[in-house]
């Protein structure tokens, strides 16, 4: 048997800990994550100072964990990669240093790997390669975009969102809705039991065919129909012509089958403003696959939708499994074999950025 390359992964970009041992690029040796959710939950949102701190402390056991579940001898790993960017920058640094400190150790190389290119990856990780060129949806808790990819590494951004991300807005929505933290899952479980026509919230899809995405004006309408429109009460008042809904204000006013329909209504807006731009995207580059990538990706219609569009659109449709959809190092070791075989590695110099430069 020919010797396999084996790719040491580090990921620490916001409030997951993560090593994975990944071979040739697709073979998941291992992948340890360590979440920091319950640390977050109480503040409805991911706090930096407290996710560099916890990183701090759960790196070295999750570098351990993901080693030792490999069964792979230090000695194999060809490579340490690395996500420099895009994240939060205290997070990135533990990573960062962790990475350094065993490419030095271990005289091998570093790589330095993009967070979003890395989930855009995921989906060939465990299965086959994909056929490019594609067209990916990468949708997460910090970014939104679209991607023309030629390759695993040539990614070229179509649009992104100009305001909040898709995630984001799941996790807003859902302290609005009183369903906790993260957002996303709880809102995807919620909407099972609503009817997802009962609101007709606005559907924001900028000027023209733009790519990009906005997904603050939907937050903020899913909070007027909750808590009532600021100023409502006054202009009642002066103006009875204005009186067109009289609802309690707060979610306690609402029951938990109307909780459903937000949650349903807001979940169908978003994933039909995602769809429409990935078919417009697709429509103009033609590709061979479609990709979908970040924690947005595990929501159940997002899946069945792009699912459709996909066998509309005559494309393949390329779906990351669950564990790899959210923030691992599996993808980022992956992806880092892409540079490891382009012999593009960084120095012990290489920086961290919070957003990316390009
Ligand atoms: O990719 P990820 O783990 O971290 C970032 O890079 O941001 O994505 C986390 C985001 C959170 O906003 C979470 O609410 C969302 O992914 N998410 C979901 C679902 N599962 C996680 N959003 C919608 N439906 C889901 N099932
Ligand atoms: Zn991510």
């Known amino acids: 048997m020919s010797k396999r390359t084996c790719i040491l992964g580090i990921e620490?970009?916001?409030?997951?800990?993560?090593?994975?041992?990944?071979?040739?690029?697709?073979?998941?040796?291992?992948?340890?994550?360590?979440?920091?959710?319950?640390?977050?939950?109480?503040y409805g949102g991911v706090v930096p100072e407290i996710a560099s701190r916890?990183?701090?402390?759960?790196?070295?056991?999750?570098?351990?964990?993901?080693?030792?579940?490999?069964?792979v001898e230090p000695r194999q790993i060809s490579a340490v990669a690395v996500t420099c960017e895009p994240g939060l920058i205290g997070s990135l640094l533990v990573g960062l240093m962790a990475a350094k400190t065993i490419a030095w150790i271990w005289d091998i190389p570093l790589i330095g790997v993009n967070h979003v290119y890395a989930h855009a990856y995921a989906a060939s990780l465990d299965t086959d390669p994909i056929d490019y060129p594609a067209v990916a949806l990468i949708c997460s808790g910090g970014h939104t975009s679209l991607y023309h990819c030629q390759s695993p590494t040539e990614l070229a951004l179509l649009g992104s969102t100009i305001d909040d991300a898709a995630g984001e807005a799941f996790d807003k929505v859902s302290s609005i809705l009183d369903l906790g933290y993260p957002g996303g899952p709880a809102i995807d479980k919620a909407a099972r039991q609503g009817n997802p026509n009962a609101i007709q919230f606005p559907k924001t899809l900028l000027k023209g065919d733009s790519l990009d995405f906005s997904f603050s004006g939907l937050k903020t309408a899913v909070l007027y129909y909750v808590n009532g429109v600021p100023g409502e009460q006054r202009r009642r008042k002066g103006r009875s012509k204005f009186l067109q809904v009289s609802r309690p204000r707060g979610i306690e006013n609402f029951s938990a089958g109307q909780v459903a329909d937000i949650a349903a209504s807001f979940q169908a807006t978003v994933v039909d403003v995602l769809t429409t731009k990935l078919s417009r995207a697709t429509r103009r580059i033609a590709p061979k696959s479609l990709l979908l990538g970040g924690g947005v990706?595990?929501?159940?219609?997002?899946?069945?939708?792009?699912?459709s569009l996909a066998e509309e659109l005559g494309c393949t449709l390329r779906m990351p499994e669950m564990r790899f959809c959210l923030d691992n190092a599996a993808m980022i070791a992956g992806l880092g074999y892409s540079y490891f075989r382009m012999g593009q590695f960084a120095g012990l110099d290489l920086e961290a950025h919070a957003t990316v430069r390009r």
Request: glycine share 2%; net charge negative.
């Open 54 to 71: 916890a990183h701090i402390e759960a790196i070295n056991t999750v570098i351990e964990q993901a080693l030792s579940k490999s069964e």
């Open 297 to 307: 990706a595990a929501n159940s219609l997002l899946r069945s939708e792009a699912t």
């Open 12 to 42: 620490t970009s916001c409030d997951e800990t993560a090593c994975a041992v990944v071979a040739d690029g697709t073979e998941v040796l291992s992948s340890v994550v360590a979440s920091q959710i319950e640390l977050h939950a109480r």
